[in-house]
């Protein structure tokens, strides 16, 4: 019995840990050393992922959601991350990315930016963390970890800790009246309600199997993944920084992710190794984003981040390229 209590809390632990790792790492958003400082690790952990991404994947879990469920889910992680706890989805508040500072606001609310992130969101503060470490517990994958009691409790926490910092302590208290803080609420609420709907029908394939081969399709798979995320995350930010409409942007952008949910979904079934490999495309892809944008810049930390992970993502499709298939 111990044996298995341990066996089950070290993915829990793991997942806690890696979310706002790879998140804010390979975004730049975090430099690394500062992301390794207890206080700042605990409160990542606590407060804005750990626990949240945990109760996301518990869910999806126990809904037996496919990889698009999960995904999905997580653009409601996406709402608590950037809505109730950071508000860049909120004009005049600091918006990450200058281009959508002013851009599409209604009633405040960034809203091309509001959709974009969350899709970022979907993918690597849940997809991405979440598929890795099930590939790392094969034993555990695709079964729920932790008791509903602990799982209702811990989304109680983090929809209670949130909503109370948006209402009592956020900048965005202070910058906006009460009648647009409530409107803005509404729209985070709202908005998570409809995506949880969305979640459950979104189609289950690819089935994720417990195999590891990938025959000799890895680095196509690479490939994909990170052509998806260019087009997917690159190319609209880019519609953003040449102003188009912003009902075009979010035309645009809404073609695209379908496009890639329809690719997803087509396949009826995916090794736990391919997926690992298609979404390590993703993040090289953003990674070497960061590389470059903190070469442009003159930023060390971007650019030691982006350089640091996408070797060590290229290096893992490499290892597992000279693993036999099976």
């Given amino acids: ?6 066996q089950r809390w070290k993915p829990v632990l793991l997942l806690m840990v890696l979310a706002p790792v790879l998140a804010e790492v390979i975004s730049g958003g975090t430099p690394i050393t500062q992301m390794l400082l207890p206080w700042i690790l605990v409160f990542y952990v606590v407060f804005l ?3 949240q ?3 996301i994947r518990e869910v999806a879990a126990r809904a037996r959601l496919g990889p698009l469920g999960l995904w999905c889910l997580g653009t409601v992680y996406g709402l608590y991350n950037e809505g109730l706890r950071a508000q860049t989805l909120f004009s005049p508040l600091r918006s990450p990315i200058q281009a959508f500072s002013d851009y599409g606001l209604v009633a405040d609310v960034r809203i091309p930016f509001a959709i974009w992130i969350i899709f970022w969101h979907g993918l690597f503060s849940v997809v991405m963390p979440v598929l890795v470490v099930e590939y790392l517990f094969p034993a555990q994958a695709g079964r729920p970890w932790l008791p509903r009691t602990a799982t209702w409790t811990l989304g109680i926490f983090s929809v209670a800790t949130g909503a109370g910092y948006f209402l009592f302590a956020a900048d965005e208290r202070g910058t906006q009246s009460a009648r ?5 609420l509404a729209f985070v609420v709202i908005a998570a309600l409809v995506l949880c709907v969305v979640a459950t029908a979104l189609p289950r394939t690819p089935h994720v199997l417990p195999r590891s081969g990938t025959g000799g399709r890895r680095w196509r798979l690479f490939a994909a993944g990170a052509a998806m995320y260019l087009a997917v995350f690159v190319l609209p930010e880019l519609l953003a920084e040449v102003r188009v409409p912003w009902p075009l ?5 809404a073609v695209l992710a379908s496009a890639a949910v329809w690719a997803v979904a087509r396949r009826r079934e995916a090794t736990r190794e391919q997926a690992v490999v298609f979404v390590l495309g993703c993040g090289t892809a953003q990674a070497a984003l960061s590389l470059v944008l ?5 930023n060390i930390m971007w650019t030691i981040s982006g350089a640091a992970i996408s070797a060590i993502f290229i290096v893992w499709v490499v290892r597992m390229s000279r693993k ?3």
């Fill in 1 to 6: 019995m111990d044996s298995m209590v341990k």
């Fill in 49 to 51: 992922y750990g626990f």
């Fill in 53 to 55: 991404v945990l109760v």
């Fill in 180 to 184: 647009t803080l409530g409107v803005h």
């Fill in 249 to 253: 942007f979010v035309a645009s952008l």
């Fill in 294 to 298: 903190g070469l442009l810049d003159s």
């Fill in 324 to 326: 036999p298939s099976g």
